[in-house]
Structure formats: structure tokens, C-alpha cells
């Protein structure tokens, strides 16, 4: 489809910048919201991550940290997409510091486990640091706290971090005890798994074999139950 000049993300840029000048941020805010989404669409990231980053301005000016943390986020979503890791990096730790002094673990463990997985393949190492920075500040009850759980234990595990791996390996047995299995998600299954990928590596045939046979029974009883 064709851009016309009064539609698309230039021009709502340029709608919000005559709010601006007209001392109106909050519905400046809106249209420059929605030029980064219609620029994140046509793939143009820097220009997409230039955008969220004059809205966490905007949202610094109306003293709303919530909202200026998310843009930074969202910035650093954009940035990693366009390759530029380091960059993204910086973001990306100054919305999670924002976002935590605002007093919001759950957003904070989002962030994380959005950065986490955008640096998995560029950076593993960076991914680990973030996976465990969500954990030290993600409450024990959120389902977040598995999810960074999971995503630690399989980054380690690619990376062949064995003996990390194992670790965090028994972490997450003991914050899967007595929790209910929806809650739980593949956590549930990736721990037997994980234990008998790190049994084989080390030639413990006999030990791989029951913790594999433990992940197929879980995935048996799993299929069953939602059958």
C-alpha cells in the first residue's frame, strides 16, 4: 500500500511534534507511540528505537516512570533488532533500573526475559547475566521467575556451562516443589531433561536414561491430562 502524506509514521511524528510545541505531552504521546509500532512494522528499528526514546522523554517531563521505563524497553527491543547489541544493552539496563526504583519486579523480570532472549543467539554470556539479574529481583510467586528459570538453565546448557547448569538445575527442583502444575509450564519437563543431557555429557549412561524416562512419563501424564 502506498503512504499517503497525511498517514504513516513520519507523519504521525510530525503531529506530535506540533502537540509538543502546543505544550500538549500527552496526546503528543500518543502519536509518537504509534509512529515507533508503524515504524517497528515496516522494519525500520533505529528509527523505531529513536522514537520510543522521544517518548521516554515525554514521559520523564509528566513524571511518569512506568511509562518511561516501558520506552526505554521497547527502545532496546528495537535496537537489538537492528544489531546494535551494546546499544541495546545501555537501554535496556536503564529501563530496568527505573522500573525497579518505581517499585515493579514483575515489569522488571519482563525486561529481562526479553533481553535475555534477544542477546541468546548474538551474546550468551550477557543473556545468562540477564536471566539471573530478573532472578535476583522477581518475587519466588511469580510465573515469571520460572520463565527466567527455564531460560537460564537452556542458555547454560547450549553454552555447555555444565556445572552452572546442574546448579540452577536443582534451583528450580526446589522452586518447582509443591507448586501446581500449570504453573509450572515446560519448567516441569526441561528438568529431567536438563539432568539427563548434563549425565550423558558426562558418560553417566544409566543416570541419563532414568531422567530421560522421568521427562517422557512427565510429557505422557501432561498430554493426558489436557487430552
Known amino acids: 500500500m502506498v503512504t499517503l502524506p497525511d498517514e504513516g509514521p513520519f507523519f504521525e511524528k510530525r503531529v506530535a511534534e506540533h502537540f509538543v510545541r502546543a505544550g500538549m505531552n500527552k496526546d503528543s504521546l500518543e502519536h509518537l507511540c504509534k509512529a515507533a509500532r508503524l515504524l517497528e512494522a515496516a522494519g525500520l528499528w533505529r528509527e523505531a528505537a529513536e522514537t520510543w526514546h522521544q517518548a521516554s522523554i515525554l514521559y520523564g517531563i ?4 512506568t511509562g518511561r521505563g516501558n520506552c526505554l524497553a521497547e527502545a532496546a527491543k528495537c535496537l537489538g533488532a537492528a544489531g546494535d547489541f551494546d546499544e541495546a544493552n545501555e537501554f535496556g539496563n536503564y529501563a530496568c533500573r527505573l522500573i525497579q526504583e518505581f517499585g515493579k519486579p514483575h ?9 535475555g532472549y534477544m542477546l541468546g543467539q548474538h551474546d550468551p554470556d550477557a543473556a545468562i547475566d540477564w536471566y539471573r539479574k530478573g532472578l535476583k529481583v522477581v518475587d519466588l510467586d511469580d510465573a515469571n521467575h520460572g520463565i527466567l528459570l527455564g531460560n537460564l538453565i537452556s542458555t547454560l546448557l547450549e553454552a555447555e556451562r555444565m556445572d552452572e547448569a546442574e546448579n540452577t538445575l536443582r534451583e528450580a ?8 502444575e500449570q504453573d509450572l509450564g515446560n519448567l516441569r519437563v526441561m528438568i529431567p531433561i536438563g539432568l539427563g ?3 550423558f555429557r558426562r558418560r553417566n549412561w544409566k543416570l541419563a536414561r532414568v531422567h530421560f524416562e522421568e521427562a517422557l512419563t512427565l510429557a505422557d501424564s501432561s498430554k493426558r491430562q489436557w487430552a
Request: proline letters at 0%; one cysteine or more.
Open 107 to 115: 515489569a522488571v523480570g519482563y525486561v529481562c526475559i526479553m533481553m
Open 62 to 65: 509528566l513524571d511518569d516512570t
Open 197 to 199: 543431557l548434563i549425565a
Open 173 to 180: 527442583q526446589r522452586w518447582s516443589a509443591g507448586r501446581e
